[in-house]
């Protein structure tokens, strides 16, 4: 008569107890499409982020100008707000005299391509992991325990300098960098996400038919955790964009004269006392590139909860 | 601690007269407790049975006082010992409970807090309630341990809840409510969570304890084994309704809304169903309770559902015995419908 | 308990082991060590005559045994570029570095905590809302911008604060702030979601069906729950800041090992970076096995499992 009272008593003391009362719901695509309508972060975060994609697509066609065209003459320009600022430079020029909104729409290839491959590269490392200790548990899980404490020792940044140091700043060096750098919260969560469901009747009816353990892994279990894998990926990309804004302008990042917002800030720092655009406006790409990816997955995370909890 | 009956014996330890909750929800207004009333007296048992969601836990929260904020409430008349708790202020209502009014949850393995000692959370509440010293306090929850049955009490104050078992933990929380003496208990499903066997002993506690201190229960339950058990009057409660309420004698041998008779014709009945033969079930699901509702909400689940069902408010008929029910049906008609289906009319 | 607590150390002796080895590869990712201490115009015969000296020529796991040996007796080798044993370039540095580490764990957590009960308790309405925007904006800015904003709006523009150097305690107020930003936004999250499951659980429900008093419901059954999570975030923040001080010391300079680590980097003396990275790690360990034993004594399900 009552299978489940225990999650009805929790729901109803939530105050949200809709979903015991009403039968007829709406199926799970439709009720994300409803939150996600009227998810405020996710709809202003995803635009932003649409608007970054489509500026690094087509970055030749939007920028006005080549990103490395040096022109003395034209050097240290105010933006448009600024005194003497004109409307062929809207965010003015650098001490080269190089268009600094050209050089701000090139600067999106370079974070969106290491943040999206860092947080592939790593999710793929870090939910392997995570899966195969939840899944086997016993000493398998004991070791990939052991690998992720031993990683959270390191201390990430100081690693990635001197790694970044020795190998150069070349773009696949950063990727690969972090994503042997961050993998540890994808693991931790699929890890405990996989035990959860390991537990569950339709994965003890696969082992019982005789399904192999990574048809298994693959076929049961990735697809429950997707949603959170997803939602780790939004967060590790904005910190795979942050990281290396922090080791361009350390200088030990991606090289000059390539346009990243990391460089373009270190590039500024000589001039910022009066010349500050150079630094606000590349060091806002990328709060707002990261805030908007953060916006996203958090937006993400809402829509595909289960009890709808913000 | 002698049974101290109340001053005016005729007074009820609760009255609750047209309660009504609702909730706001994402898809609207929840009807969750619908125009209900009931008493309790002192030494009585009460049981209110239905259905997950049909609006029992609500009801007992709404007497504790404790509904979520997104929760308003109605009711025309709620008092309890004579005190009106439709008026009494927030810091008046908390001074009851756990004084006047104490309530068992469902999970003693997550109702207790997990980080203090059994002895600091029964002390607590005595002292919070000024009945005495910490001296008093342990001396009353060592009392109250070996009332509900647990040995070498002395030591247990000093455990952990995760030490204890899932039986011994409810003990805990029975002898906890107890520690002020209160005038009315509300269990809340506290059996469910636990073995069968533990079941019993926790369900014959409850009786002598009650023997002894007198208290009124309100026991919620979804189980009419249970009910069958303890009760001296039953609510029966469907979306939010009470659709049956009268002693336990009525319910359970002539009942009169189509909802309990589907009820008792789940549960087997040793030697006379039949091994094999088929159980009731009772057709259908529950309606969402968004929104104004009108006419009988069983008649989508009823057989004998008919034109009369679809409008208007089906008042609880009361035949002048307490037997009240909320049915278009006439007596005669369905003691006739029961008669057709013998397995319904049991007594215990 | 001493069951636990034998276990807890074993696995953090391990990890302390597999730690040096990992930094003590660093040193030998650099190419050939020989080639950088005999100086750039060796001829290979010097270059074979330093290994030699320096006993690179050993094999790699006797050369990690004799550096933990040292390392054990406070012989972290010496710097390439200064010629200073590195233990005293550390020692001389670290109370700067855990002075910034220290202050801004104190200042996230006065903020963070308040804040993120307040949130919970009047969850979705403006003072929620408004406590998670500033943990999502705290947690966007990039933080070496974030100070050289910080050091032209205070420093320069309005001249409040001193924007480099390790004088006086205002000194620290910028370094302060803005590493605060990286920690005081998860701090606040953690203390929201903890203090929101722990408001919805089955015992806060007890405690109030109890009468007692919504401080007594708050403060004694919700608070210590919640604080669980937060004391284990507080030992792993703690040396996240350590690793990532460099960023506040070299722009503020202030000479702390973060700006020694970056500085050596900059000019490849392996030795003091692998035995910062080494040293830092080790901290972390250590801290992380103390919150665990503080945590053990707040809640009784691990003190005596």
Redesign the interface.
């Given at each position: 008569m009552a299978p489940n009272d225990t999650a009805k008593a929790t729901a109803t003391w939530n105050g949200a107890s809709a979903d015991d009362f009403e039968v007829d719901a709406p199926s799970p695509g439709a009720v994300m499409r409803r939150r996600a309508r009227r998810h405020l972060g996710l709809i202003i975060g995803g635009t932003v982020v649409l608007i970054a994609v489509i500026c690094a697509l087509f970055a030749p066609l939007i920028a006005p100008f080549d990103p490395y065209d040096q022109e003395l003459t034209r050097k240290l320009i105010n933006p448009i707000w600024g005194k003497g600022g004109t409307w062929t430079h809207p965010f003015g020029t650098d001490a080269l005299g190089r268009d600094l909104l050209s050089r701000v729409i090139y600067g999106t290839q370079i974070s969106l391509t290491i943040g999206v491959l860092a947080a592939t590269l790593a999710g793929v490392i870090g939910s392997t992991l995570g899966m195969i200790g939840g899944y086997f548990g016993g000493r398998v899980d004991a070791v990939i325990m052991y690998l992720i404490n031993c990683k959270l020792a390191l201390p990430p940044l100081l690693v990635a300098l001197s790694v970044v140091s020795v190998f150069g700043g070349s773009i696949p060096v950063l990727i690969l960098v972090m994503a042997a750098l961050f993998w540890d919260r994808y693991a931790v969560v699929t890890r405990a996400a996989t035990q959860q469901i390991r537990s569950n009747d339709f994965v003890t009816a696969a082992e019982a038919v005789g399904c192999s353990k990574t048809r298994i892994i693959l076929r049961e279990v990735l697809p429950n955790i997707l949603n959170q894998i997803i939602v780790i990926a939004s967060l590790e990309m904005a910190l795979a964009i942050l990281v290396e804004a922090v080791l361009s302008f350390f200088g030990l990042g991606v090289q000059p004269p390539t346009p990243s917002w990391g460089l373009l800030v270190n590039e500024g720092r000589q001039y910022m006392f009066f010349k500050p655009y150079l630094i606000t406006i590349p060091g806002l790409a990328i709060f707002f590139l990261v805030l908007s990816i953060n916006m996203m997955g958090d937006g993400i995370r809402d829509i595909t909860a289960p009890e709808g909890r913000n | 601690m002698e049974g101290n009956t109340p001053k005016n014996t005729s007074d009820h330890v609760l009255d609750v007269r047209n309660l009504n909750v609702r909730?706001k929800?994402?898809?609207g207004t929840?009807h969750?407790v619908t125009d209900v009333d009931f008493h309790v007296d002192r030494g009585e048992t009460l049981c209110i049975v239905g259905?997950?969601?049909c609006g029992k836990?609500?009801t007992s929260?709404a007497v504790?006082g404790?509904l979520?904020?997104?929760?308003t409430m109605t009711a025309d008349k709620l008092t309890l010992e004579g005190r009106d708790l439709l008026s009494v202020t927030d810091r008046q209502f908390?001074?009851?409970?756990?004084?006047r009014i104490?309530?068992i949850?469902?999970?003693p393995m997550?109702?207790?807090?997990?980080?203090?000692t059994i002895g600091n959370q029964m002390e607590?509440?005595y002292i919070?309630?000024g009945k005495g010293g910490r001296k008093e306090a342990r001396e009353r929850a060592i009392y109250l341990l070996e009332k509900v049955g647990i040995t070498a009490a002395a030591s247990r104050l000093g455990q952990?809840p995760?030490?204890l078992s899932g039986g011994l933990r409810q003990r805990v929380?029975i002898a906890?409510t107890l520690m002020c003496d209160p005038a009315l208990v509300i269990a809340?499903?506290p059996t469910?969570?636990l073995d069968v066997t533990i079941q019993a002993q926790i369900l014959n506690l409850l009786k002598e304890l009650q023997d002894e201190f007198h208290m009124g229960l309100i026991f919620i339950t979804?189980?009419l084994g249970v009910v069958a058990r303890i009760a001296d009057r039953v609510a029966v409660m469907y979306a939010g309704l009470v659709v049956e309420t009268g002693n336990a004698e009525q319910v359970f041998s002539a009942p009169m809304h189509p909802y309990t008779q589907g009820?008792l014709e789940?549960i087997p009945i040793p030697g006379k169903t039949v091994r094999g033969s088929q159980l009731g079930s009772i057709p259908g699901?529950?309606?969402?309770?968004?929104g104004e509702q009108e006419g009988c909400l069983f008649r989508n689940r009823c057989s004998y559902a008919r034109e009369a069902c679809t409008d208007g408010e089906i008042d609880l008929e009361t035949g002048g015995d307490q037997h009240g029910y909320r049915c278009v049906l006439t007596p005669e008609e369905t003691v006739n419908h029961i008669k057709k289906a013998p397995n319904a009319a049991v007594a215990e | 308990m001493g069951y636990f607590l034998l276990r807890r150390l074993a696995i953090s002796l391990l990890v302390a082991i597999t730690v040096s080895v990992i930094g003590f590869s660093l040193l030998r990712l650099s190419g050939n060590l020989a080639e950088s201490l005999a100086g750039e115009d060796a001829s290979p015969a010097q270059i074979a005559e330093t290994a030699k000296a320096y006993g690179l020529d050993r094999p790699f796991h006797i050369q990690y045994f004799d550096w933990v040996t040292k390392a054990l007796q406070g012989d972290l080798g010496q710097s390439l570029f200064t010629k200073e044993p590195v233990i005293e370039l550390i020692t001389d540095r670290i109370g700067t570095t855990i002075q910034v580490a220290c202050y801004s764990l104190l200042l996230s957590l006065i903020i963070a905590l308040p804040l993120g009960v307040l949130a919970a308790m009047k969850q979705n309405t403006w003072i929620d809302r408004s406590a998670l925007s500033i943990a999502v904006f705290g947690q966007a800015i990039p933080n070496f911008w974030f100070a050289l904003i910080l050091i032209w709006v205070f420093g320069v523009l309005l001249r409040w604060t001193p924007i480099s150097g390790t004088d006086t305690w205002r000194h620290f107020i910028l370094p302060t702030i803005t590493l605060s930003t990286f920690a005081m936004p998860q701090f606040m999250r953690l203390t929201r979601t903890g203090m929101l499951d722990v408001l919805e659980s089955d015992y806060i429900r007890t405690a109030r069906a109890k009468g007692l008093s919504p401080a007594v419901v708050l403060w004694k059954h919700g608070l210590r729950n919640a604080i669980l999570p937060v004391v284990s975030l507080a030992a792993v923040a703690f040396g996240f800041l350590l690793g990532g001080s460099f960023i506040v010391e070299s722009i503020f300079a202030l000479n702390g090992i973060g700006y020694l680590a970056l500085e050596s980097i900059q000019r490849q003396d392996f030795p003091v970076v692998q035995s910062i990275v080494v040293f830092i790690s080790v901290v972390y360990i250590g801290l992380t096995l103390l919150s665990d034993l503080i945590n053990a004594q707040l809640d009784p399900r691990i003190r005596l499992h």
């Amino acid at each position: 008569m009552a299978p489940n009272d225990t999650a009805k008593a929790t729901a109803t003391w939530n105050g949200a107890s809709a979903d015991d009362f009403e039968v007829d719901a709406p199926s799970p695509g439709a009720v994300m499409r409803r939150r996600a309508r009227r998810h405020l972060g996710l709809i202003i975060g995803g635009t932003v982020v649409l608007i970054a994609v489509i500026c690094a697509l087509f970055a030749p066609l939007i920028a006005p100008f080549d990103p490395y065209d040096q022109e003395l003459t034209r050097k240290l320009i105010n933006p448009i707000w600024g005194k003497g600022g004109t409307w062929t430079h809207p965010f003015g020029t650098d001490a080269l005299g190089r268009d600094l909104l050209s050089r701000v729409i090139y600067g999106t290839q370079i974070s969106l391509t290491i943040g999206v491959l860092a947080a592939t590269l790593a999710g793929v490392i870090g939910s392997t992991l995570g899966m195969i200790g939840g899944y086997f548990g016993g000493r398998v899980d004991a070791v990939i325990m052991y690998l992720i404490n031993c990683k959270l020792a390191l201390p990430p940044l100081l690693v990635a300098l001197s790694v970044v140091s020795v190998f150069g700043g070349s773009i696949p060096v950063l990727i690969l960098v972090m994503a042997a750098l961050f993998w540890d919260r994808y693991a931790v969560v699929t890890r405990a996400a996989t035990q959860q469901i390991r537990s569950n009747d339709f994965v003890t009816a696969a082992e019982a038919v005789g399904c192999s353990k990574t048809r298994i892994i693959l076929r049961e279990v990735l697809p429950n955790i997707l949603n959170q894998i997803i939602v780790i990926a939004s967060l590790e990309m904005a910190l795979a964009i942050l990281v290396e804004a922090v080791l361009s302008f350390f200088g030990l990042g991606v090289q000059p004269p390539t346009p990243s917002w990391g460089l373009l800030v270190n590039e500024g720092r000589q001039y910022m006392f009066f010349k500050p655009y150079l630094i606000t406006i590349p060091g806002l790409a990328i709060f707002f590139l990261v805030l908007s990816i953060n916006m996203m997955g958090d937006g993400i995370r809402d829509i595909t909860a289960p009890e709808g909890r913000n | 601690m002698e049974g101290n009956t109340p001053k005016n014996t005729s007074d009820h330890v609760l009255d609750v007269r047209n309660l009504n909750v609702r909730i706001k929800v994402p898809a609207g207004t929840l009807h969750a407790v619908t125009d209900v009333d009931f008493h309790v007296d002192r030494g009585e048992t009460l049981c209110i049975v239905g259905e997950s969601g049909c609006g029992k836990s609500i009801t007992s929260l709404a007497v504790m006082g404790l509904l979520p904020r997104s929760a308003t409430m109605t009711a025309d008349k709620l008092t309890l010992e004579g005190r009106d708790l439709l008026s009494v202020t927030d810091r008046q209502f908390a001074d009851l409970r756990g004084d006047r009014i104490g309530m068992i949850f469902q999970d003693p393995m997550t109702s207790l807090n997990p980080v203090y000692t059994i002895g600091n959370q029964m002390e607590e509440v005595y002292i919070r309630h000024g009945k005495g010293g910490r001296k008093e306090a342990r001396e009353r929850a060592i009392y109250l341990l070996e009332k509900v049955g647990i040995t070498a009490a002395a030591s247990r104050l000093g455990q952990y809840p995760h030490q204890l078992s899932g039986g011994l933990r409810q003990r805990v929380m029975i002898a906890m409510t107890l520690m002020c003496d209160p005038a009315l208990v509300i269990a809340d499903e506290p059996t469910t969570a636990l073995d069968v066997t533990i079941q019993a002993q926790i369900l014959n506690l409850l009786k002598e304890l009650q023997d002894e201190f007198h208290m009124g229960l309100i026991f919620i339950t979804h189980d009419l084994g249970v009910v069958a058990r303890i009760a001296d009057r039953v609510a029966v409660m469907y979306a939010g309704l009470v659709v049956e309420t009268g002693n336990a004698e009525q319910v359970f041998s002539a009942p009169m809304h189509p909802y309990t008779q589907g009820l008792l014709e789940c549960i087997p009945i040793p030697g006379k169903t039949v091994r094999g033969s088929q159980l009731g079930s009772i057709p259908g699901i529950v309606p969402a309770l968004i929104g104004e509702q009108e006419g009988c909400l069983f008649r989508n689940r009823c057989s004998y559902a008919r034109e009369a069902c679809t409008d208007g408010e089906i008042d609880l008929e009361t035949g002048g015995d307490q037997h009240g029910y909320r049915c278009v049906l006439t007596p005669e008609e369905t003691v006739n419908h029961i008669k057709k289906a013998p397995n319904a009319a049991v007594a215990e | 308990m001493g069951y636990f607590l034998l276990r807890r150390l074993a696995i953090s002796l391990l990890v302390a082991i597999t730690v040096s080895v990992i930094g003590f590869s660093l040193l030998r990712l650099s190419g050939n060590l020989a080639e950088s201490l005999a100086g750039e115009d060796a001829s290979p015969a010097q270059i074979a005559e330093t290994a030699k000296a320096y006993g690179l020529d050993r094999p790699f796991h006797i050369q990690y045994f004799d550096w933990v040996t040292k390392a054990l007796q406070g012989d972290l080798g010496q710097s390439l570029f200064t010629k200073e044993p590195v233990i005293e370039l550390i020692t001389d540095r670290i109370g700067t570095t855990i002075q910034v580490a220290c202050y801004s764990l104190l200042l996230s957590l006065i903020i963070a905590l308040p804040l993120g009960v307040l949130a919970a308790m009047k969850q979705n309405t403006w003072i929620d809302r408004s406590a998670l925007s500033i943990a999502v904006f705290g947690q966007a800015i990039p933080n070496f911008w974030f100070a050289l904003i910080l050091i032209w709006v205070f420093g320069v523009l309005l001249r409040w604060t001193p924007i480099s150097g390790t004088d006086t305690w205002r000194h620290f107020i910028l370094p302060t702030i803005t590493l605060s930003t990286f920690a005081m936004p998860q701090f606040m999250r953690l203390t929201r979601t903890g203090m929101l499951d722990v408001l919805e659980s089955d015992y806060i429900r007890t405690a109030r069906a109890k009468g007692l008093s919504p401080a007594v419901v708050l403060w004694k059954h919700g608070l210590r729950n919640a604080i669980l999570p937060v004391v284990s975030l507080a030992a792993v923040a703690f040396g996240f800041l350590l690793g990532g001080s460099f960023i506040v010391e070299s722009i503020f300079a202030l000479n702390g090992i973060g700006y020694l680590a970056l500085e050596s980097i900059q000019r490849q003396d392996f030795p003091v970076v692998q035995s910062i990275v080494v040293f830092i790690s080790v901290v972390y360990i250590g801290l992380t096995l103390l919150s665990d034993l503080i945590n053990a004594q707040l809640d009784p399900r691990i003190r005596l499992h």
